[in-house]
């Protein structure tokens, strides 16, 4: 244990460059202008694993973004890992709401600011700095997948998974894109919410009119999406949608005090839902309005309106199936709408929630990476999030144990603004990783 702390603190400066090169190609995935810096950013993580005396190439389905697979043979009898990351990133958002250039990587405090600081090219880094920690003397195979549209869905990863089968199967994956409970404790997520999307389009006029003179009588458009939109919740703040699947969390404790903060929700207002904390965040159901297409405060007129249009999302509790919740969500919308008005619900997104039998030799070998790494045992978790290709790596490779780690904690902030690597735990991360693959091959 001691020379491998040693090793990984001997690697971790240079990790630490490399990441923030890493960070500075604005891999933004969701932006078309962009596609060179994917591009780029595909380049730079290959030539990082090359440079360790991986076999590396750059693939892609179709028009799909760019994915790198880097290989290293494992010793005789030894299992093999896939660590996973993925190298594109999320939009900025306001370049003004930041406090520093989103990304110039800027060290402030205990935290390394910049988009994709975290998401996820601390994952990289990770699985860098753990190859890097055993130089020629790797305990395992290891293959690297660091895969480019993660943020928009990966949309052809599972053809990436099956054209390239042979190469990616593996007796244990690694996936470096969750969170751990709190800064100090680390954790294993076992299960992980699914969604699914739709935008939902409330017409009650051909056309605008005077709201003086048919007003009272004609309903206009947005008042009639927004009782629309009321009906997704009771009263409490309960899922109001049949048909959707409910279970329990694991028996953890999360107080409200923190959750306010962390969440930074207002003093005055109220929690939704019922059950604990964590019931409500990883196993329950939720509804959120993302957006609404109307007029314009600005731009408001003394008119009914004649068409209003949002867009719902719904996050599915593990065990859950994306496809028939969907069809809840539409007849929910369709069946639900007030005073005969007309209702076009158009499908959008969705993803499979996933729950992993957290049991046996893997699960015990990062369970005590963990608690080598941090000094203390690890908690299961479930993430209020989905990342559906979590299913999807299940569904390609059912004999292999997925392990779901984080580099993130509750104050990443990943996708807002101000994104930040804690850089002290994310030594504690890549420790632990090295310390896995030892495990693994024990």
């Known amino acids: 244990m001691t020379d491998l702390a040693a090793a990984i603190d001997r690697v971790l400066p240079s990790v630490r460059a490399d990441l923030e090169d890493l960070i500075r190609i604005p891999s933004v995935s969701a932006d078309p202008a962009r596609a060179a810096d994917v591009q780029r950013s595909a380049e730079a993580t290959a030539a990082l694993f090359e440079a360790e005396g991986f076999a590396v190439k750059i693939v892609r389905a179709g028009d799909g973004a760019p994915a790198v697979i880097a290989k290293k043979p494992a010793p005789a009898g030894k299992p093999t890992v ?13 370049v003004e709401e930041w406090t520093s250039e989103p990304f110039v990587p800027t060290e402030r405090g205990d935290r390394l600011y910049a ?8 994952g990289i880094a990770a699985h860098l700095a753990a190859v890097r920690a055993f130089g ?48 100090g404790q680390p954790a ?17 006029l051909n056309h605008a009119v005077h709201s003086g003179l048919f007003g009272g009588a004609v309903p206009d458009a947005l008042t009639t999406l927004c009782r629309l939109l009321a009906t997704l919740h009771t009263d409490q703040g309960d899922v109001a949608v049949d048909g959707l699947h409910a279970t329990r969390a694991a028996d953890l404790d999360y107080p409200e005090g923190r959750f306010r903060s962390e969440s930074s929700v207002l003093d005055s207002v109220r929690l939704i839902g019922s059950g604990s904390l964590v019931d ?39 065990g859950d199936d994306a496809v028939k919740a969907m069809q ?27 729950k992993i039998d957290a049991s046996g030799p893997a699960y015990d070998a990062a369970r005590s990476a963990f608690a080598t790494a941090w000094g203390t045992e ?34 990443t902030r990943a996708h807002g603004i101000d994104e930040g690597l804690h850089l002290e735990e994310f030594a504690k991360v890549c420790l632990a990783e090295a310390t896995l693959l030892r495990n693994l091959a024990s």
Do not use: M
């Open 82 to 94: 896939l660590l996973y990351a993925h190298h594109d990133v999320q939009p900025t958002g306001n």
């Open 115 to 122: 988009r994709g600081a975290a998401d996820d090219k601390a």
């Open 136 to 183: 020629n003397d790797l305990p395992v195979g290891v293959t690297v997948f660091v895969e480019g549209e993660e943020e928009i869905g990966s949309p052809s990863l599972l053809q990436l998974l099956d054209e390239y089968a042979d190469e990616l199967t593996s007796d244990a994956i690694v996936i470096a894109d969750s969170a751990n409970w709190a800064i």
């Open 188 to 204: 294993l997520t076992v299960s992980l919410r699914g969604f699914v999307d739709c935008y939902v389009e409330v017409r009650t």
């Open 280 to 318: 409500r965040l990883w196993t329950r159901p939720a509804v959120a309005v993302l957006a609404i297409d109307a007029p314009r405060v600005a731009d408001a007129s003394n008119t009914l309106v004649p068409v209003a249009k949002a867009k719902v999302s719904v996050r599915l509790a593990p």
């Open 328 to 354: 809840a969500l539409r007849g929910h919308l369709e069946q639900n709408v007030s005073w005969g008005a007309q209702v076009t619900v158009t499908e959008g997104d969705l993803g499979q929630p996933c």
């Open 378 to 411: 690890p908690v299961d978790v479930g993430i209020g999030g989905s990342i559906p290709f979590i299913a999807e790596f299940q569904q390609a490779f059912p004999n292999a144990a997925v392990l779901v780690t984080g580099v993130e904690d509750p104050d």
